[in-house]
């Protein structure tokens, strides 16, 4: 049971390479759509904000020009988002692949009363292309779109479990918050999730769950459920 109608979840593209490190690997893909379904057969709400790099990351193009860079990535998570939808479907999800920009022969435009609709008649909803535009990071997105389908939380997909007060990889003593709120992840620079998302977060009171897939990708639906394996963001 979750105290939660509809949620929006931020999917990497590294989670679903895995081991890997690049493209796909398929046993974390079908671990991930299997939590995923889970957590939608609780009778939650669940749209998808899918990110690309495992495939590709515009600040790592080199002399490549920005606007181009972000635009290649925005493919990578058109990818991401259909190899998530068939494995869905496999598992008997009904699902929808929406993106930012048309591309009518593999995906919906992303309209947000259609993505209601859809949320409304059980259908997960994979949202690609990010914003649509470049300079724009998928957590952005994933804060923009939950502000439009009136979700109640993101729940952002990490390699790390939670918010930590300094690098948990590189300082031993590392602690972790269990609650913390935008003004301070932004006024301390935390690297959990990009300023502009923090903000539009903030500002729409939208609360972002940060929690570890990796090591378990059934931490969503724990997550979901109210345990406390992450860290809340929320202002206070």
Same mark, same amino acid.
């Given at each position: 049971m979750s105290d939660y109608k509809r949620i929006l979840l931020k999917l990497s593209g590294e989670a679903?390479?895995?081991?890997? /490190?690049? !493209?796909?690997?398929?046993? #974390? &893909?079908?671990?991930?759509s299997t939590a995923i379904k889970a957590t939608a057969d609780l009778g939650v709400q669940v749209a998808i904000v899918v990110g690309g790099g495992n495939f590709w990351r515009g600040r790592d193009a080199g002399e490549?020009? *920005?606007t181009r860079a972000d /635009?290649?990535?925005?493919?990578?998570?058109?990818?991401?988002? &259909?190899a998530v939808a068939e494995?869905? +479907?496999?598992? !008997?999800?009904?699902? *929808?692949?929406?993106?930012?920009?048309?591309?009518?022969?593999? =995906?919906?435009?992303?309209?947000?009363?259609?993505?209601?609709? /859809?949320?409304e008649k059980g259908r997960i909803v994979i949202l690609a292309c990010g914003t649509g535009n470049p300079f724009f990071s998928t957590d952005?997105? #994933?804060?923009?779109?939950?502000?439009?389908? !009136? =979700?109640?939380?993101v729940f952002k997909a990490t390699l790390v479990d939670g918010v930590y007060d300094k690098d948990p990889h590189r300082y031993p003593d590392a602690? *972790?918050? /269990?609650?913390?709120?935008? #003004?301070?992840? &932004?006024?301390d620079n935390l690297a959990?999730?990009?300023?502009?998302?923090?903000?539009?977060?903030?500002?729409?009171?939208?609360?972002?769950?940060?929690?570890?897939?990796? #090591?378990d990708p059934?931490?969503? &639906?724990?997550?979901? +459920? !109210? +345990?406390?394996i992450g860290t809340l963001i929320q202002e206070a």
């Amino acid at each position: 049971m979750s105290d939660y109608k509809r949620i929006l979840l931020k999917l990497s593209g590294e989670a679903l390479a895995g081991a890997k /490190h690049f !493209g796909i690997d398929y046993d #974390s &893909l079908q671990a991930i759509s299997t939590a995923i379904k889970a957590t939608a057969d609780l009778g939650v709400q669940v749209a998808i904000v899918v990110g690309g790099g495992n495939f590709w990351r515009g600040r790592d193009a080199g002399e490549m020009e *920005r606007t181009r860079a972000d /635009h290649i990535g925005m493919l990578a998570t058109v990818m991401n988002a &259909l190899a998530v939808a068939e494995t869905l +479907e496999k598992l !008997g999800s009904e699902v *929808r692949v929406m993106t930012a920009f048309p591309i009518q022969n593999v =995906a919906e435009p992303y309209i947000r009363n259609r993505a209601i609709r /859809h949320l409304e008649k059980g259908r997960i909803v994979i949202l690609a292309c990010g914003t649509g535009n470049p300079f724009f990071s998928t957590d952005s997105a #994933s804060a923009l779109r939950a502000a439009e389908i !009136g =979700a109640d939380v993101v729940f952002k997909a990490t390699l790390v479990d939670g918010v930590y007060d300094k690098d948990p990889h590189r300082y031993p003593d590392a602690k *972790r918050y /269990h609650t913390i709120s935008f #003004s301070k992840v &932004l006024a301390d620079n935390l690297a959990v999730i990009d300023s502009t998302a923090a903000s539009l977060c903030r500002d729409n009171n939208i609360p972002i769950y940060v929690f570890d897939l990796q #090591s378990d990708p059934m931490n969503l &639906l724990r997550a979901v +459920e !109210g +345990e406390d394996i992450g860290t809340l963001i929320q202002e206070a």
